[in-house]
């Protein structure tokens, strides 16, 4: 199964520093184009983090909506690296 980290945050906050890896997908964009998503099968591990943690619950409704089951809010950037370091 394949692990997928999402930046929900805003393109300059991503640019500003993300997770090694991390795909950025605002929820806008979700919302407007889950073609983004199309190679990712819906039981992988999707973790999704922004700065606080309420963008990134947000993106998880919409994809729990399109139907994907896996997944985690990351909270934000100093969490899921911890995370992953463990």
Not at 3 to 26: M, T
Not at 29 to 55: F, H, M, T, W
Request: hydrophobic share 40%; glycine share 6%; with cysteine.
């Amino acid at each position: 199964m394949s692990r997928v980290i999402i930046d929900v945050r805003k393109p300059e906050e991503y640019a500003a520093g993300h997770v090694s890896g991390a795909l950025n997908i605002p929820p806008e964009q979700l919302l407007a184009s889950a073609k983004l998503l199309d190679s990712v099968p819906k039981n992988a591990e999707i973790i999704l983090y922004c700065r606080s943690g309420n963008r990134s619950a947000v993106a998880k409704n919409i994809l729990n909506q399109l139907g994907f089951s896996n997944i985690t809010n990351g909270i934000n950037k100093e969490w899921v690296e911890a995370e992953l370091r463990t």
